[in-house]
């Protein structure tokens, strides 16, 4: 098992940035496949980034590629989304999800692929 807290959530403006960051404790000696989804009240939940166990494979949605960038630092057992240029359409629960992967490179975008979520962080971006 392991656990999933996200963190770094907030209020900012149009065009701001935010940083969210997802520990992950307990059984962190596992490799993990890691990704973001975020989710606005009484919709789907939505993929929004994936990453690899290895880091060297990352996959985003269309709407925020070239304005989000994740990362992890295996070391800490984190995994980091840092959004851009940030629009209200953005807005949304954003949780972080695990699970162990196929392969050192493979990544993950579906829900019904990760094993472990966190209780997700609120982040609204106003016009």
């Known amino acids: 098992q392991v656990q999933l807290i996200e963190s770094g959530g907030g209020l900012v403006q149009a065009g701001g940035s935010l940083r969210l960051s997802c520990a992950a404790s307990g059984r962190t000696s596992s490799r993990y496949a890691m990704g973001w989804f975020r989710q606005v009240l009484g919709k789907e939940r939505d993929f929004v980034a994936a990453?690899?166990?290895?880091?060297?494979?990352?996959y985003y949605t269309d709407s925020v590629k070239g304005r989000f960038t994740i990362v992890r630092d295996n070391a800490k057992n984190t995994v980091d989304l840092q959004m851009n240029s940030l629009k209200p359409e953005d807005t949304a629960v954003y949780y972080c999800?695990?699970?162990?992967?196929?392969?050192?490179?493979?990544?993950?975008?579906?829900?019904?692929?990760?094993?472990?979520w966190g209780q997700g962080t609120q982040v609204t971006v106003s016009s």
């Open positions: 990453i690899s166990w290895s880091g060297t494979r990352t």
């Open positions: 999800a695990a699970r162990e992967p196929y392969y050192a490179e493979s990544y993950h975008t579906s829900i019904p692929e990760y094993a472990y």
